[in-house]
């Protein structure tokens, strides 16, 4: 374990020291971090860990936009705009919230915003100073993606044991929850994680991996593409979990309709009719599968339709005295905090949970304008029609994978494939404009 810390630091180490000498492998080598290795709490003297780390990518962003370049670049935060307003409108709410302690509240608003934004507001700036950064970070992020969705192929064949988190989880001071990612319970390989920390991450990650994958294959070799792609999809299938299987259906739909592909969807429709026909001859699989809609199908661990009905009416019971303003900001993560598991909504397993008891009715609202501000500032900012639909079924995926699982930091994966496909769509649109000036 003292060979996995010393890596960890290591590798840490090294990103700050090129934050500052050489940014555009520190925002890469970062990225790679990010996905690759789920905890960050290192003692190298100092104690490293995320928001120290994200603190210094910033002093290291504006000292080379200050002192590196003779030409001016204004900063933008055009992407970041809907994300700005659903962040000071909860802020806003507080002073009507009275559940969670004051400095609670301030402090969570804090770690999100630093989590969050700190990373894809640098790689955005930076890469309109830095030409170099997009196609680097491109290739890094395709990396990961084949490391991230090869190994968790390959744990498909260890019956639920996975080396790599037990190794890095014991370095960090956490325990593998081995009865968790066992097989059984219609689970044929268990539940797989990956190289993230947990099977919900990984399967969060698989969707939105899948997304960037198809916003850049003019980038990409057709059959590498095509590999990367069926890799994915079967991570998908065999990671062990059912919500990224019934958010990636959704987001299929939603991409036919924004697309207006009828050929497509006969070939999805077909794919869709064979993948049926298979999980109907494999009495495991269907189990397992048609779990999702009831409680009555097997003995498989993990949320029904009835189950999400019973939850929704302790949602409403929990904010019964707080129905307009909520809880307070971040009141789910200080309740399982403080008391654990809620006894009805358990870990607040869906996105609903989380911003009604956050935010009450006002949250709602505020989450839609959001969303709406969100799909125009897109059409906005990235005139490549493709981009702009890959964008909005990434955020499909974002919001359907979360209202099926819960909202756990997922955001912060969300903003960082957000911000790589409309670099992708500016991109392009750059290169488009230079060869019409030709």
């Known amino acids: 374990m003292q060979i996995i810390s010393l890596i960890q630091g290591l590798w840490v180490a090294l990103i700050i020291l090129m934050f500052f000498a050489k940014l555009r492998i520190g925002i890469c080598l970062y990225v790679a971090y990010m996905i690759l290795v789920p905890y960050m ?13 994200n603190v210094l990518l910033l002093v290291a962003f ?41 400095d609670y509240e301030f402090n969570f608003f804090r770690q999100q915003i ?38 968790g192929l390959y ?23 081995a009865d968790y990612a066992a097989v059984g319970g219609g689970r044929l390989f268990g539940r797989i994680s990956s190289v993230f920390g947990h099977p919900m991450t990984y399967g969060l990650f698989l969707g939105m991996a899948f997304i960037y994958i198809y916003a850049i294959k003019a980038s990409l070799n057709k059959y590498k593409m095509i590999v990367i792609l069926l ?34 969807m006969c070939q999805v429709g077909i794919v869709g009719g064979i993948a049926y026909l298979i999980i109907n001859s494999i009495p ?65 397993e869906s996105l609903i949970y989380v911003v009604l008891c956050n935010s009450g009715i006002v949250g709602v609202v505020i989450w839609i304008i959001f969303l709406l501000k969100l799909f125009r500032n897109t059409s906005r900012i990235v005139l490549n029609q493709d981009i702009v639909i890959c964008a909005l079924t990434l955020t499909t995926y974002y919001i359907t994978y979360s209202v099926i699982t819960g909202e756990y930091g997922y955001m912060k994966y969300f903003v960082l494939f957000y911000t790589l496909m409309l670099l992708e769509g500016t991109q392009k649109t750059n290169n488009i404009n230079r060869k019409n000036n030709l």
């Open 155 to 177: 744990l498909t064949t260890t019956n639920g044991v996975n080396p790599y988190q037990i190794a890095v989880m014991a370095a960090n001071g956490e325990v593998w929850n």
């Open 284 to 348: 495991e699989l269907s189990n397992y599968v048609g779990s999702i809609f009831s409680d009555d199908k097997s003995n498989v661990s993990g949320s029904s339709f009835e189950m999400r009905l019973n939850q929704m009416e302790g949602c409403f019971w929990e904010i019964r005295n707080h129905l307009v303003f909520g809880k307070g900001f971040g009141w789910t993560n200080y309740y399982m905090d403080t008391y654990g598991d809620h006894p009805i909504m358990l870990a607040f």
């Open 41 to 53: 709490n290192i003692n190298l003297g100092i104690n490293l860990q995320w928001n120290l780390v």
């Open 114 to 151: 630093m989590q969050y934004f700190i990373l894809p507001f640098v790689i955005w700036n930076y890469s309109f100073i830095d030409g170099k950064l997009h196609e680097q970070l491109k290739n890094t992020v395709i990396i990961c993606i084949c490391i991230a969705s090869g190994y």
């Open 62 to 102: 504006f000292l080379s936009y200050e002192y590196g370049r003779e030409e001016r670049i204004p900063l933008s935060f055009k992407p970041f705009v809907p994300f700005l307003f659903l962040f000071i409108a909860q802020l806003l709410e507080m002073p009507f919230q009275n559940e969670v302690p004051l």
């Open 231 to 264: 890799a994915i999809v079967t991570s998908i299938f065999l990671c062990g979990i059912r919500s990224p299987i019934g958010a990636f259906f959704v987001t299929i739909l939603v991409f036919l309709l924004l697309s207006h592909r009828i050929k497509l």
